[in-house]
């Protein structure tokens, strides 16, 4: 565990909010603003929130922003192919190297999340003001620390299975909706030396960021998925180093 705060990087393509007056009215300031708005509560001082959109220069995901970021929050929907290659795979290979992942929602389908996985992640799914049930499965996982065993979502997207996703590390959450459909919707990963959690729900016309138990389990996410180790590698003053050394902190 570093003795420093945190560095979270909430990333957000930040185009429905502009473009879709129902989106607006939810999300006023845009779904990045309310979840590092959630995470700033939580966490408070154990951490350093900031944010960047697809619309900034390398959609605000530089080489030196990454380096400096301890644990990245992505949220996409309808701009996944816009978010350049060179970006989606200095994301992956920042995992790897050990920074945390969260995924929200509709970036299961965003470039970084299926370079990580290496399948299509595609899903059923159905838009419509379902009720989703989110049930705890691992309620011992510190990402379900005081979250509800049953948390109520009144209105949702519908995301069902069958989910086309590796065999998920651990499984902490699992969805019923008003149709019957099941969905696998909290699951843990580990690629290389980062840990990874994907959570789906967060529909952008739906108030869902603003739910206190969500946004616990954002919280808790962050503190998770921030433990992984990431290496110190070797500078010009280091002596005697073999190639390829690392030593955690």
Not at 43 to 55: F, K, M, N, P
Not at 121 to 131: G, I, M, P, T
Request: aromatic share 10%; net charge negative.
């Amino acid at each position: 565990m570093p003795d420093r705060p945190i560095r979270v990087v909430v990333w957000n393509e930040y185009l429905h909010e502009r473009e879709d007056p129902a989106v607006q009215a939810v999300y006023p300031a845009g779904i990045h603003t309310a979840i590092a708005s959630a995470l700033r509560t939580g966490l408070g001082e154990a951490a350093r929130i900031s944010t960047a959109t697809l619309d900034q220069p390398e959609h605000g995901l530089s080489g030196v922003v990454l380096d400096e970021t301890d644990v990245l929050l992505w949220w996409g929907h309808m701009a996944h192919q816009q978010v350049a290659e060179e970006v989606a795979e200095r994301v992956r290979q920042r995992v790897l190297d050990g920074m945390g992942l969260v995924v929200l929602h509709s970036a299961h389908e965003s470039k970084p999340f299926k370079k990580l996985m290496g399948t299509s992640c595609a899903l059923r799914w159905r838009e419509s003001d379902d009720r989703e049930v989110v049930w705890t499965v691992s309620p011992s996982h510190p990402i379900a620390e005081g979250v509800p065993h049953a948390l109520v979502l009144p209105k949702q997207e519908m995301y069902g299975e069958y989910f086309d996703i590796p065999q998920p590390d651990e499984l902490i959450f699992i969805s019923w909706f008003t149709g019957g459909e099941v969905f696998r919707s909290g699951c843990t990963f580990t690629r290389g030396l980062g840990r990874i959690f994907y959570f789906s729900p967060g529909h952008e016309t739906y108030p869902v960021y603003h739910d206190a138990g969500v946004r616990r389990i954002l919280v808790n996410a962050v503190k998770w998925a921030q433990c992984s180790a990431r290496p110190s590698y070797p500078t010009s003053r280091s002596t005697n180093a073999p190639v390829g050394w690392f030593q955690a902190p």
